[in-house]
């Protein structure tokens, strides 16, 4: 089953059109990236799937529910950690923790023990002190704890490393691996190396539509051939291999083959021993998400 179903959803702000057609679906216990430059209107669609704005057109279902904009039972379902979250200053977590199961109907016995597992599972567990004295990285710890504290469903991660040091970034990317296990996490983000690293299931977002939607392999597939470069040993050999490759480009004294498919490479590999000619160095890049998504985005 899945979470959470958006179909050609759209909206304008005036003249402007920010959304022209958003469709994507995330399953359960997954890890799903929202992909998109600054501006292509990820935030936009979060906000409509949390019922806060109201939409041109299109639905968007959560738990098999239909939100409507407005008071919308489907947030019950609902985690939600905002870009730049908000707290009491003067509060310390589980106090904070305790207002916001208090808040969503939680008994008070349920409330100290959910806060004390979310509280080790984001690592804020021997920080007693008041939340205004914490770093941006220990708030977004904090803020993911606040929006699991009722077992949702669904959790919404709107940038959430986008301000962190790498250090901060991999502490939350740790959190969003483990939560996993309890629920669903649609991960908004404009860094493509972070969703490489934790996310199962992508969706590209540009100029207001869905550019592509479907599993980090898949995506992989998209653009099978992959480049190698080679490093001789002898800079007399290059003209030999040129002559046997004729796609072979020299740059920066290194022959680069800017797609090789698994044959490819294996006659390469072949011709170099039976030639008898040494090498430094071969090595296959692989295609990352940022070239993929630069692709798919006709950049």
């Keep these: 089953m899945n979470v959470l179903e958006v179909r050609e959803v759209s ?12 469709s994507f679906s995330v399953p359960e216990n ?13 935030t936009t ?11 041109d057109g299109g639905e968007i279902d959560v738990c098999g529910q239909r939100v409507s904009y407005g008071n919308t039972p489907t947030n019950g379902c609902i985690g ?44 804020l567990d021997k920080e007693n002190h008041r939340i205004k004295g914490y770093s941006r990285g220990m708030k977004q710890r904090l803020g993911i704890a606040q929006a699991l504290i009722n077992r949702p469903k669904l959790l919404i991660l709107d940038e959430p490393t986008s301000a962190l040091d790498p250090v901060g970034r991999k502490e939350i990317l740790d959190i969003i691996s483990a939560a ?6 649609i991960f908004s983000t404009h860094i493509l190396s972070d969703v490489e690293r934790i996310c199962s299931r992508v969706a590209f977002l540009e100029g207001g539509r869905t550019a592509f939607e479907g599993g980090i ?13 080679l490093s001789l040993a002898r800079s007399s050999d290059t003209d030999r291999v040129k002559a046997a490759f004729p796609a072979a ?25 039976a030639q008898n000619i040494p090498i430094t160095r071969l090595e296959r890049h692989e295609s990352d998400l940022e070239d993929i998504f630069m692709e798919v985005i006709g950049k």
């Excluded at 909206?11 to 959304?19: A, D, I, T, Y």
């Excluded at 996993?180 to 996490?185: I, R």
């Excluded at 480009?249 to 021993?273: Q, W």
């Design 11 to 22: 909206k304008s702000f005036g003249s402007k059109k920010v959304l022209g057609g958003v």
């Design 249 to 273: 480009e020299l740059i920066d004294g290194k022959l680069v083959f800017p797609k090789a498919s698994d044959r490819d490479c294996s006659e390469l590999m072949a011709f170099l021993a």
């Design 180 to 185: 996993k296990e309890q629920t669903s996490v």
């Design 217 to 229: 392999d898949e995506i992989r597939a998209m653009k099978g051939d992959t480049a190698l470069e």
């Design 30 to 42: 997954c890890v799903f990236g929202f992909i998109g430059r600054n501006g292509a209107g990820k």
């Design 45 to 55: 669609t979060m906000r409509a799937v949390l019922g806060l704005l109201e939409t």
């Design 80 to 123: 939600y950690l905002p870009d730049v979250p908000e707290f009491y200053g003067y509060m310390n977590a589980r106090e904070y923790l305790a207002l916001c199961g208090r808040i969503t109907g939680m008994d008070s016995g349920d409330v100290r023990k959910r806060s004390s597992e979310l509280l080790e599972l984001v690592g």
